[in-house]
C-alpha cells in the first residue's frame, strides 16, 4: 500500500511544529499570564495561542524568532478577547501622563530613597505595581523587562513603532518605580511628602 502524501506533509507539519513551537511553551504561558492577570484567563489564552500557531503554522517563516511569532500571536488573540470588554485608550502624544511619576522619582531621591532598591526586597511590590500597570503599558514593560525583547522585537510582537515602545516603556517604568517608592514609604523606608522638614 503506498502511503498518502497528504499523510506524510501532515506528520511533517506537526512534528516541525512539536520541535519548534513547543519548547516556547513556558515563555508564552508566562507573558499570557501578565497579560490577562489571571491563572485560568491565561491558560485559556495559552490554547487559543497554540491552536492558531497550529492552524497558521504554514506562515512561520524557518529560521526566524519563533518566541516572538508566538508572543505576536498571544498579543492579538488577547486583544480580540479583550475588544467587546475593554476599550484600551492610546496616550502616546507627549509626556504629561508620565509627569506624576516624574515628579515622584524627585521626591524620593530628594528623601533619600536613592539607594533604595539596594535596601530593601522588592520583588513582591515589583510584581503588584507591573499588575496594576493599563495596558499597552504592561505589555511593553514585559516583553522588554522581564523577557528581554528588544524595542524592535517589542514593537514587532505589540505592531507599533520603536518609538512607540519607548514611550510606553518610559512611562510603565516610572509608573512601577513610583510604587516601589511608596512600597518603602508603606514600610517605614524614608520620610513621606508631609515629613519634609523643607515644606
Same mark, same amino acid.
Given at each position: ?8 506533509? +501532515? ?8 520541535? #519548534?513551537? =513547543?519548547?516556547? =511553551?513556558?515563555?508564552?504561558? &508566562?507573558?499570557?499570564? +501578565? ?9 485559556? %489564552?495559552?490554547?487559543?495561542?497554540? =491552536? &492558531?500557531?497550529? /492552524? ?5 517563516? *524557518?529560521?526566524?524568532?519563533? @518566541? ?10 488577547? #486583544? ?8 484600551? $485608550? ?37 510584581? @503588584?505595581?507591573?499588575?496594576? !500597570?493599563?495596558? *499597552?503599558?504592561? +505589555? $511593553? %514593560? ?17 505592531? $507599533?513603532?520603536?518609538?512607540? #515602545?519607548?514611550?510606553? !516603556? ?5 509608573? $512601577?518605580?513610583?510604587? =516601589?517608592?511608596?512600597?518603602? /514609604?508603606?514600610?517605614? #523606608?524614608?520620610?513621606? *511628602?508631609?515629613?519634609? +522638614?523643607?515644606?
Amino acid at each position: 500500500m503506498i502511503a498518502d502524501g497528504s499523510d506524510n506533509a +501532515s506528520r511533517e507539519h506537526e512534528a516541525q511544529f512539536e520541535l #519548534v513551537a =513547543l519548547p516556547w =511553551l513556558a515563555d508564552v504561558a &508566562r507573558f499570557a499570564l +501578565s497579560l490577562t492577570r489571571s491563572r485560568a484567563d491565561a491558560d485559556d %489564552l495559552v490554547q487559543e495561542t497554540y =491552536l &492558531r500557531a497550529f /492552524r497558521h503554522w504554514h506562515t512561520f517563516v *524557518p529560521g526566524s524568532d519563533p @518566541r516572538r511569532w508566538l508572543f505576536t500571536i498571544c498579543r492579538n488573540a488577547f #486583544v480580540k478577547s479583550c475588544q467587546r470588554r475593554v476599550v484600551i $485608550v492610546e496616550m502616546d502624544e507627549g509626556d504629561v501622563d508620565a509627569m506624576p511619576s516624574v515628579i515622584a522619582h524627585a521626591g524620593a531621591v530628594r528623601d533619600g530613597l536613592g539607594n533604595l532598591f539596594d535596601e530593601i526586597d522588592v520583588r513582591p511590590a515589583i510584581g @503588584r505595581a507591573i499588575d496594576k !500597570l493599563p495596558e *499597552p503599558h504592561r +505589555s $511593553v %514593560l514585559v516583553l522588554v523587562d522581564i523577557e528581554g525583547q528588544t524595542y524592535e522585537e517589542a514593537g514587532a510582537v505589540l505592531g $507599533v513603532p520603536v518609538g512607540t #515602545v519607548r514611550s510606553r !516603556l518610559f512611562r510603565a517604568r516610572r509608573a $512601577v518605580q513610583a510604587g =516601589l517608592i511608596e512600597h518603602a /514609604r508603606d514600610i517605614g #523606608v524614608g520620610r513621606r *511628602p508631609s515629613e519634609r +522638614s523643607d515644606q
